[in-house]
């Protein structure tokens, strides 16, 4: 499979994903919603940085679940501080550190606070 074909069969796997509206096991739509307007910002990061790859929804089936009830449940990963320094450490896959301080830290807001919304 060439590198063209893979980016644009993830592409694909991650629009469907993100129209899906999430997995049973991922985070609701009003979750999601209500955590991008409460940290605009880390949305904004996510949808740039995160989605391609985990979906909208944290849940997409090529990469780990980081959104929802099976997402985040290190220790170290459940204040912004700690996960903050994990995504730096890791992420983006082959760039770690690639982003700025204040996008590690607004990304880690938005997906502490899908974790904390309600369904």
Request: proline fraction near 8%; hydrophobic fraction near 40%.
């Given at each position: 499979?060439?590198?063209?074909?893979?980016?644009?069969?993830?592409?694909?796997?991650?629009?469907?994903?993100?129209?899906?509206?999430?997995?049973?096991?991922?985070?609701?739509?009003?979750?999601?919603?209500?955590?991008?307007?409460?940290?605009?910002?880390?949305?904004?990061?996510?949808?740039?940085y995160c989605g391609s790859c985990h979906g909208e929804h944290g849940?997409?089936?090529?990469?780990?679940?980081?959104?929802?009830?099976?997402?985040?449940?290190?220790?170290?990963?459940?204040?912004?501080?700690?996960?903050?320094?994990?995504?730096?450490?890791?992420?983006?896959?082959?760039?770690?550190?690639?982003?700025?301080?204040?996008?590690?830290?607004?990304?880690?807001?938005?997906?502490?606070?899908v974790q904390a919304t309600k369904r």
């Amino acid at each position: 499979m060439t590198a063209r074909t893979f980016h644009v069969l993830l592409a694909i796997a991650a629009s469907l994903t993100a129209c899906g509206g999430g997995s049973a096991a991922g985070p609701s739509d009003a979750q999601i919603s209500a955590a991008r307007r409460a940290v605009p910002a880390g949305a904004r990061v996510f949808a740039l940085y995160c989605g391609s790859c985990h979906g909208e929804h944290g849940t997409a089936p090529m990469a780990p679940a980081v959104l929802g009830p099976s997402a985040l449940r290190r220790p170290e990963l459940g204040t912004v501080a700690g996960l903050q320094q994990y995504l730096k450490r890791t992420m983006p896959p082959g760039k770690p550190g690639n982003l700025s301080d204040t996008q590690y830290r607004d990304v880690a807001e938005y997906m502490l606070r899908v974790q904390a919304t309600k369904r």
